[in-house]
């Protein structure tokens, strides 16, 4: 599986879009962009994944470069809750290859 | 519906003892992960059943590592000669199927090592 990079905090204010990059530059054809987010003291939690289209769903929108070497994960009204660790990872959807390769994350921390 | 459980929340264990630590899946998935969380560090992938099969043993760090899934619902993960290396959070998750794009995380179970 290809390799991230994402900045290791950042901050937003509630009520605000938060926008979180990836970088993926070697990301594959048939590899996939997963979001997950941890908040403190659970478990990580599926937010959305795409392969090259824009997704969108009740959560969060996934944007994803044409080339498809990066991507940003969109939060467009944060709230305290959405305080957590969010985890980019690129993934081969295929038998075999199902475990999750988690980096260290941006730590995203919402202000009042 | 009810999700991932993890038995127990917490475990404190010596040097050198044995511990078995439990998750029972979402009710008809099929794939179930094993994964170690480190503080301050992503978790980290240790094995993978599909059915009653081990699929990926890959991550295990070493042989005193040992999980099992006999019926293919709950799995137990087995350490034998507890390490304080091995203190972590062990996280279990479960999904439908083999290509599932979703994973659903139990809460974790902290092993403490003293």
């Known amino acids: 599986d290809a390799k991230t990079t994402q900045p290791p905090s950042m901050d937003c204010a509630e009520g605000r879009a938060a926008n979180l990059p990836c970088n993926h530059s070697?990301?594959?054809?048939?590899?996939?962009v997963y979001w997950y987010r941890q908040i403190h003291s659970q478990g990580p939690q599926y937010i959305i994944h795409g392969l090259k289209n824009n997704e969108t769903n009740e959560m969060a929108s996934l944007i994803i470069t044409e080339d498809r070497k990066s991507s940003t994960l969109i939060l467009p009204h944060a709230t305290l809750r959405d305080t957590a660790v969010y985890y980019c990872?690129?993934?081969?959807?295929?038998?075999?290859?199902?475990?999750?390769?988690f980096g260290t994350g941006t730590r995203l921390t919402v202000i009042p | 519906g009810a999700g991932v459980s993890q038995t127990p929340s917490n475990k404190v264990t010596e040097k050198g003892k044995y511990v078995e630590l439990r998750c029972d899946p979402i009710s008809g998935h099929t794939a179930l992960y094993w994964y170690r969380q480190s503080l301050g560090q992503g978790p980290e992938f240790l094995i993978y059943?599909?059915?009653?099969?081990?699929?990926?043993d890959s991550g295990l760090p070493n042989d005193r590592f040992f999980a099992v899934r006999p019926e293919g619902s709950v799995s137990t993960l087995k350490i034998q000669r507890t390490e304080r290396g091995d203190s972590a959070v062990y996280l279990c998750?479960?999904?439908?199927?083999?290509?599932?794009?979703?994973?659903?995380f139990g809460p974790g179970t902290r092993l403490t090592v003293t």
């Open positions: 990872i690129v993934r081969v959807a295929s038998p075999g290859a199902n475990n999750l390769f």
């Open positions: 070697t990301i594959s054809g048939n590899e996939y």
């Open positions: 059943f599909q059915g009653t099969g081990a699929a990926d």
């Open positions: 998750a479960s999904s439908q199927g083999m290509t599932s794009s979703e994973q659903y």
